[in-house]
């Protein structure tokens, strides 16, 4: 019989890893005291302490006051975050016509934000744009820089290496490392729909099992189980803009015919509604619906619970919204269930820059 894998938590892995618990307790509510934190945390007292000095010598952490206790004794002292203490930048490449970056607090509050036009470009004159973008935040920073996030369409491994992204027409592209080397700084790059959904969690308060569907010029979904972003073996989990939904549907330009895109895309969706303005909601349910047979076996394998729909207000509405959830419910209802909630996402359209705030804050400081 073949011996069990042991792993051993190196010293310095430990210590990393208490200090993500010790800060994301204070990220999450202000005005806690070092007992407090480690009775959240479970963490020693003696161990928080050392952990608190730390942050608040990096500046992430500092004392905000006395608690107002009327027991006898010493009060406590409060700890706040500082969400000055550091910028992040943020990119999101998703867009047809061009791209967006953002300086934000650690809270995720934007303090500027650039644009550069695509106008139509894609490969090196694409990277070309989305390095200058990144410099031109990088230099508009006015506190030390955390790092750099980047949500990009297509499939994107854990090295940051844009494997596919046929609109840019980027393949095999190491971009993570290339801006790394531009920037001299912290670089994390990920699929625009899974930096989206992290999003979700972090800045609209969603829950650690959730799917989010993008809706732009293509499809795509980021996926979290049990607070963990789903990659798939192979980097492409949530990739559902070519799944079949309809065998007798148009031609897509994968070389399928009747992929979700071709029904739920924004540029496919706006031009049927363009040709037939009269039926706006009808084509939009059609959509729903087909959106809804592409997600039922998701929902019904992973026992999921919250979908939140993002994609511009005039197509992320009640009847494309209502026709999915029908179709979803019809497909997976069972008497143990409770009643699926689809909602459209409350982050209009900064939520992969967003996202990308939130990637660099979970790789950087742990906080999730």
Same mark, same amino acid.
Not at 164 to 182: F, K, S, T, Y
Not at 199 to 224: K, M, T, Y
């Given at each position: 019989?073949?011996?069990?894998?042991?792993?051993?938590?190196?010293?310095?892995?430990?210590?990393?890893s208490?200090?993500?618990?010790?800060?994301?307790?204070?990220?999450?509510?202000?005005?806690?005291?070092?007992?407090?934190?480690?009775?959240?945390?479970?963490?020693?007292?003696?161990?928080?302490?050392?952990?608190?000095?730390?942050?608040?010598?990096?500046?992430?952490?500092?004392?905000a006051?006395?608690?107002?206790?009327?027991?006898?004794?010493?009060?406590?002292?409060?700890?706040?975050?500082? @969400?000055?203490? =550091?910028?992040?930048?943020?990119? %999101?490449?998703?867009? !047809?016509? &061009? *791209?967006?970056?953002? +300086?934000?607090?650690l809270?995720?509050?934007?303090?500027?934000?650039?644009?550069?036009?695509?106008?139509?470009?894609?490969?090196?004159?694409?990277?070309a744009?989305?390095?200058e973008?990144?410099?031109?935040?990088?230099?508009?920073?006015?506190?030390?820089?955390?790092?750099?996030?980047?949500?990009?369409?297509?499939?994107?491994n854990?090295?940051?290496?844009?494997?596919?992204?046929?609109?840019?027409?980027w393949?095999?592209?190491?971009?993570?490392?290339?801006?790394?080397?531009?920037?001299?700084?912290?670089?994390?790059?990920?699929?625009?729909?899974?930096?989206?959904?992290? @999003?979700?969690? =972090?800045?609209?308060?969603?829950? %650690?099992?959730?799917? !989010?569907? &993008? *809706?732009?010029?293509? +499809?795509?979904?980021?996926?979290?189980?049990?607070?963990?972003?789903?990659?798939?073996?192979?980097?492409?989990?949530?990739?559902?803009?070519?799944?079949?939904?309809?065998?007798?549907?148009?031609?897509?330009?994968?070389?399928?015919?009747?992929?979700?895109?071709?029904?739920?895309?924004?540029?496919?969706?706006?031009?049927?509604?363009?040709a037939?303005?009269?039926?706006?909601?009808?084509?939009?349910?059609?959509?729903?619906?087909?959106?809804?047979?592409a997600?039922?076996?998701?929902v019904?394998?992973?026992?999921?619970?919250?979908i939140?729909?993002?994609?511009?207000?005039?197509?992320?509405?009640?009847?494309?919204?209502?026709?999915?959830?029908?179709?979803?419910?019809?497909?997976?209802?069972?008497?143990?269930?409770?009643e699926?909630?689809?909602?459209?996402?409350?982050?209009g359209?900064?939520?992969?820059?967003?996202?990308?705030?939130?990637?660099?804050?979970?790789?950087?400081?742990g906080?999730?």
């Amino acid at each position: 019989m073949q011996e069990p894998i042991r792993r051993t938590l190196r010293p310095e892995d430990a210590r990393r890893s208490n200090r993500a618990l010790v800060l994301q307790a204070i990220y999450n509510e202000s005005g806690l005291s070092r007992a407090d934190i480690a009775r959240a945390t479970g963490l020693t007292k003696v161990t928080v302490s050392d952990l608190v000095a730390e942050l608040i010598a990096a500046d992430l952490v500092a004392e905000a006051g006395t608690s107002g206790s009327t027991r006898p004794g010493k009060p406590s002292t409060l700890l706040g975050f500082n @969400a000055a203490a =550091r910028d992040i930048l943020a990119m %999101d490449l998703s867009a !047809r016509d &061009q *791209l967006r970056g953002a +300086v934000l607090s650690l809270r995720g509050e934007p303090l500027l934000t650039r644009t550069r036009p695509l106008d139509g470009a894609f490969g090196d004159d694409a990277l070309a744009a989305a390095r200058e973008l990144a410099a031109e935040l990088r230099d508009a920073a006015t506190h030390p820089v955390l790092g750099l996030g980047v949500g990009t369409p297509g499939t994107v491994n854990t090295a940051g290496t844009v494997l596919a992204a046929p609109n840019l027409r980027w393949h095999n592209l190491p971009l993570q490392e290339i801006l790394h080397d531009d920037l001299d700084l912290p670089v994390r790059v990920e699929n625009d729909a899974n930096v989206a959904v992290l @999003a979700e969690r =972090r800045f609209a308060g969603g829950p %650690d099992d959730l799917v !989010r569907i &993008q *809706l732009s010029r293509g +499809v795509g979904a980021g996926l979290l189980v049990g607070g963990r972003l789903v990659h798939g073996a192979t980097s492409d989990a949530g990739e559902i803009g070519h799944v079949v939904v309809d065998e007798a549907g148009g031609p897509c330009p994968c070389g399928k015919v009747g992929c979700l895109e071709t029904w739920a895309s924004v540029p496919a969706l706006t031009a049927r509604i363009q040709a037939d303005p009269t039926h706006s909601d009808t084509l939009l349910a059609e959509a729903g619906h087909r959106l809804g047979l592409a997600l039922a076996p998701v929902v019904g394998m992973l026992g999921l619970q919250h979908i939140v729909i993002g994609g511009p207000a005039t197509i992320a509405t009640a009847p494309l919204l209502d026709a999915a959830r029908d179709c979803i419910s019809e497909r997976t209802r069972s008497e143990f269930r409770p009643e699926l909630e689809l909602t459209a996402s409350p982050l209009g359209a900064d939520a992969v820059l967003l996202g990308a705030a939130a990637l660099v804050l979970l790789g950087e400081l742990g906080i999730g």
